[in-house]
DNA sequence: TATATATGCAACCTTTCGGTTTCGCAAACT
DNA sequence: AGTTTGCGAAACCGAAAGGTTGCATATATA
């Protein structure tokens, strides 16, 4: 089992159901009810997304409401940073060049 | 075939592959070299990259260079955006709270 | 022209994925 | 106590993923 951020948003159905308790914590038949698919389907997405710490749970009686651990949502974030980070360099590289055209412009 | 950019993004090695040409173009045999793989799951890797638009190719001879798609890598930031604003706005009505917390103190 | 090199593509295989069905368990009704 | 409801876990299945091997093609080199 791979089981990162990564593999987890992958899937459309559970980067549907990350928005969805984005909003606010839901039970897993709540958000089953948002779509075309089981109630035990979803139920293993939320276990995918609970194994990768994306997603925490709060038992109330017998109904479980899942939320959204948004500390873990900004790893993505860290990733696209580092990338950020390369292409502001190639963009300043450029700036660079335009700036050395127009000096020998004049 | 899916082929959208979270699925492009979900595999390991692409993400790799991504990091190592942000900085500058390669071809798949200088790109394989730096995995213990062969050139032609690489080459399979850079296909996927490329139906998604996120790697571009430039012929020179008999040799092939990839390079990152940024603005394609933007896409990922537009989602995240979007839940960004929704957990600004949450973090907002807990300041809210906060706020008439303090008040009703006084 | 013959050979080496750079590459993509198709076939094949094993593993993983996503969904459904069935089951068991615990909490809440009646 | 018996039934309904909310849930997770396991078994099963077809499809897709990721890797390897072998082959075809085009460009460079001897």
Chains 1, 2 share one sequence.
Not at 32 to 58: G, M, P, W, Y
Not at 73 to 98: A, C, F, G, H, S
Request: glycine share 0%.
């Amino acid at each position: 089992m791979r089981r990162d951020i990564f593999q987890a948003i992958a899937d459309p159905t559970r980067r549907a159901i990350i928005t969805l308790i984005a909003l606010q914590s839901m039970t897993p038949n709540a958000i089953a009810d948002n779509f075309h698919t089981t109630r035990q389907s979803v139920s293993k997405h939320l276990r995918i997304l609970t194994e990768c710490q994306l997603v925490k749970q709060e038992q109330q009686g017998r109904e479980i409401y899942y939320s959204l651990e948004i500390k873990k949502m900004k790893e993505i974030d860290k990733w696209l940073e580092q990338l950020r980070k390369i292409w502001e360099t190639r963009y300043n590289q450029l700036d660079k060049v335009l700036l050395t055209m127009k000096k020998q412009k004049k």
